[in-house]
């Protein structure tokens, strides 16, 4: 339980920071650019419209709840995962200390030239490039840390064991399978080779014989007598 409760902080770790790392490659391509041109108090807030949603809280606790599992953890995914929450909180960091104060000060900034404003703009996202930085290498390190928790071929051999055991089931089943009917008794017998077909035989109850097999098997009924007889050629 306590296990599988790692495993998913570390899951949930790494959903949230490929989100936020897509985001923010969107945001400095195609929200940031536009704000060089008109002014500050036009742009939109992305701060409380997307990213409290996404990194200022979520990403927080989960930096915080996955550097708690890194070090309660054993194993050769312990280092990568302490990698890359201590990577992580290092951006968690630079955000709330510069991108955040930053970018709030600009948006509310009155009184400044439109150079300065250009100016602490390009300085914020020439900056901002350093935190995707962070954000990706703490991502790939978390992915790391995962594959590493999860030995390799796990699934394989689940898979294996699992063909194990009805193998053995099929294998522990009667050699012969017996098909009651009031005149006859049918014998299935399980052929050693995977590529051969089940042979079957019949018993006269009456006679206690061996009934004659042909080469190819065929079923006949009557109706009157219920009596079934499967026509090949059994041996072994």
């Known amino acids: 339980m306590k296990k599988s409760v790692h495993e998913v902080l570390l899951w949930l770790f790494i959903i949230n920071l490929g989100i936020a790392f897509g985001a923010g490659i969107y945001e400095a391509r195609i929200v ?18 997307f990213w409290v949603y996404v990194t200022t809280g979520p990403l927080t ?4 709840a996955n550097t708690y599992v890194a070090l309660k953890s054993r194993g050769p995914q312990r280092k990568w995962h302490l990698a890359a929450v201590g990577l992580l909180i290092v951006e968690r960091l630079a955000t709330f200390s510069y991108f955040i104060p930053t970018m709030a000060g600009l948006m509310g900034a009155e009184g400044l030239s439109q150079g300065e404003i250009a100016a602490a703009l390009s300085e914020w996202q020439l900056y901002n490039h350093g935190r995707h930085l962070l954000t990706l290498s703490g991502w790939l390190a978390a992915l790391k840390a995962l594959t590493l928790a999860r030995p390799a071929g796990g699934d394989k051999r689940f898979f ?19 098909l009651k009917f009031p005149q006859a008794v049918f014998l299935a ?10 042979r ?18 065929q079923f006949r009924t009557r109706s009157d007598s219920h009596v079934c007889a499967l026509h ?4 072994r």
């Open 232 to 235: 090949s050629h059994c041996g």
């Open 160 to 178: 294996m064991n699992a063909s194990r055991v009805e193998l053995r089931r099929f294998g522990a089943a009667p050699s012969y399978l017996f």
């Open 32 to 49: 940031i650019p536009g704000f060089a041109d008109t002014p500050p108090h036009t742009w939109p807030n992305t701060g409380l419209l």
């Open 200 to 217: 079957f035989c019949a018993v006269d109850r009456r006679e206690g014989d061996v009934g004659e097999w042909k080469s190819q098997a």
């Open 189 to 198: 017998e399980k052929s050693r080779s995977l590529g051969r077909a089940f």
């Open 61 to 64: 606790l989960l930096t915080l």
